[in-house]
């Protein structure tokens, strides 16, 4: 059984997240920096979703 796409897509706003916080720190952009701690946020919450969704369909 495939894993749920929640989970690939928060796995990947998470990575994105994490290279815009560094980004974000390296040039001092405190926007692109916080952008970033939003998206791995998102990233956490969508997988958490897709897990779920895969717990429920019995994986």
Known sequence: MAVD???VEG???NL???????AGKLTG???????GVAD???GKVQNVVG???D???GK
């Open 51 to 53: 897990s779920v969704k």
């Open 40 to 42: 791995q946020v998102k």
């Open 16 to 22: 994105g997240g994490k290279v815009k916080e560094g």
């Open 55 to 57: 717990a429920l369909k």
């Open 5 to 7: 796409k929640d989970r």
């Open 29 to 35: 952009d405190e926007k692109l920096k916080n952008e």
């Open 11 to 13: 796995s990947a706003t």
